[in-house]
């Protein structure tokens, strides 16, 4: 059985999932979908058509599911889907999608979501990732696993954050940034890869030395950024990571974050 503070408001409609904990004064919309062994802590307000996967924790004063900071919106019936095991503390907010944008906003399970962190409208976000102090998405971003975002940072709008990325503290990212890659600075610049979320995924020694070789004949070798790239594809083959990069980098719509003296 869910266990439902007196003083939380359930609207009609509204599903609460086995052994979930609804805490004081909380507001559950009429078309929420709670999963089970979920805890809201208290003041937590979900609304929208916002769903939570099985065994979410969420702090006080949290708001999901709320309207798109977009003057498009005219109140469509566009929806939120957070995955199972994700914690969202204070103050936290992640917004339904746009009909423009395909009416969803969709995060991933495991993720860890600290203090007034934001996800907007229309944003795709991996599974364990974690979401510093104040970390911010625009609208439409693409941001992969195990991301971490470092507080007081935000991403612009329609930009993609490859898997398995390090963004540092207080960085303004608008441009997409390649998968195992380390950004940083107030506007953000490609530092280097992220080799110690690369070993904590056991990447081996010689799988980081293919790596890192890759990573500077793209980024630092002789000629162009255009003609590295075109001399550095016949490389996918040598490790998986490398024919994510360059997989990445062919799908993309938007400028590359590059490091500050590539060309």
Do not use: W
């Amino acid at each position: 059985m869910s266990k439902i503070d007196p003083t939380a408001r359930i609207a009609d409609g509204a599903v609460i999932g086995d052994g979930s904990e609804i805490g004081p004064y909380c507001i559950i919309g009429p078309n929420v979908v709670i999963g089970a062994n979920c805890k809201l802590i208290g003041h937590v307000t979900v609304i929208g058509h916002t769903s939570l996967g099985d065994g979410c924790v969420i702090s006080p004063f949290a708001v999901l599911g709320g309207a798109p900071q977009d003057l498009s919106y005219k109140g469509e019936p566009t929806k939120l889907e957070i995955g199972s095991g994700c914690t969202i503390r204070e103050g936290a907010t992640m917004n339904v999608g746009t009909i423009k944008g395909g009416g969803l906003t969709r995060v991933g399970k495991g993720g860890y979501f600290m203090n007034n962190s934001h996800v907007g409208h229309d944003c795709v976000v991996g599974d364990n990732v974690i979401f510093a102090t104040s970390a911010t998405l625009g609208g439409h971003c693409e941001i992969g696993d195990a991301v971490y975002i470092g507080g007081l940072s935000a991403v612009h709008q329609f930009t993609r954050v490859g898997p398995y990325v390090m963004v540092g503290g207080v960085c303004g990212v608008r441009d997409d940034v390649i998968p195992y890659g380390l950004v940083n600075g107030q506007y953000a610049v490609l530092e280097s890869l992220n080799l110690i979320g690369m070993k904590r995924r056991k990447f081996t020694r010689q799988r980081l030395a293919t790596v890192r070789g890759f990573y500077q004949k793209l980024f630092h070798g002789p000629g162009t950024f255009a003609e590295r790239l075109e001399a550095a594809r016949p490389l996918a083959g040598e490790d998986p990571a490398i024919a994510e990069i360059l997989d990445f980098i062919g799908k993309g719509k938007r400028p590359l974050c590059l490091p500050a003296i590539a060309k």
